[in-house]
């Protein structure tokens, strides 16, 4: 089958690094895509990760390692904007894109 | 527009009604795929489209849910007989055919079932 998996919930502190992970299972994924949901509205891209390593798109990177079927989401500096749902996704070889459940961030004053 | 569309943007219907839920994806987009997400759970994925094709229905919960996509581009979600269970927002998603791995979402329906 195929599923991803992450934490439910993170916290963090306004303007520090907070790394969000991402594991899947599955075989034929092209690469592993973030988004980032606010309560009430619709998801949004945030990045995309075809090979191996790291992607650094101002203060969010992301990462990937295809041998370890694993990822990540790093934000930096972080915001009280950023609080937020993040959910990773992953897109086989039939175009069918599959979520995981979300990551929950919290970010304290 | 130059985004997703979906429409309605709330529908609160009563349990056993049937319901249409409408996406008009950004124009050129072909790939189109619905999913579901209640109240603070992840994007449950239902079906997609490529054209006018479902090569994936494995998602849809029950055969009261149906979907179809005409001309390559608007696609409604019929779900018939609503339950209560159904009550969740519906989203939906396209892709450029040169960009599959980013999705641009529609603002979503948000039905609720008495």
């Known amino acids: 089958g195929q599923s991803l998996e992450q934490p439910s919930e993170v916290t963090a502190v306004e303007g520090a690094i907070v790394q969000i992970n991402c594991t899947y299972q599955?075989?034929?994924?092209?690469?592993l895509s973030w988004y980032q949901q606010h309560d009430g509205g619709a998801p949004t891209f945030l990045s995309y990760?075809?090979?191996?390593g790291l992607e650094e798109t101002g203060r969010f990177s992301s990462f990937l390692s295809r041998s370890d079927s694993y990822g990540y989401l790093l934000l930096q500096e972080l915001q009280m904007k950023d609080s937020a749902s993040y959910f990773c996704?992953?897109?086989?070889?039939?175009?069918?894109?599959?979520f995981g459940k979300g990551t929950r961030l919290h970010i304290l004053p | 527009g130059a985004g997703v569309s979906q429409s309605p943007s709330n529908k609160v219907t009563e349990k056993g009604k049937d319901v249409e839920l409408r996406c008009d994806p950004i124009?050129?987009?072909?790939?189109l795929y619905w999913y579901r997400q209640s109240l603070g759970q992840g994007l449950e994925f239902l079906i997609y489209?490529?054209?006018?094709?479902?090569?994936?229905k494995s998602g849809l919960p029950s055969d009261r849910f149906s979907a179809e996509r005409t001309g390559g581009s608007v696609s409604t979600l019929t779900i018939q007989r609503t339950q209560q269970e159904d009550s969740a927002v519906y989203l939906c998603?396209?892709?450029?055919?040169?960009?599959?791995?980013?999705?641009?979402f529609g603002p979503g329906t948000r039905l609720t079932v008495l």
């Open positions: 124009s050129g987009h072909t790939a």
């Open positions: 996704a992953g897109r086989n070889r039939d175009d069918k894109i599959i």
């Open positions: 489209f490529q054209g006018n094709s479902a090569p994936d």
């Open positions: 599955t075989s034929g994924f092209y690469g």
């Open positions: 990760n075809a090979l191996d």
């Open positions: 998603a396209t892709t450029a055919s040169h960009s599959y791995n980013e999705q641009f």
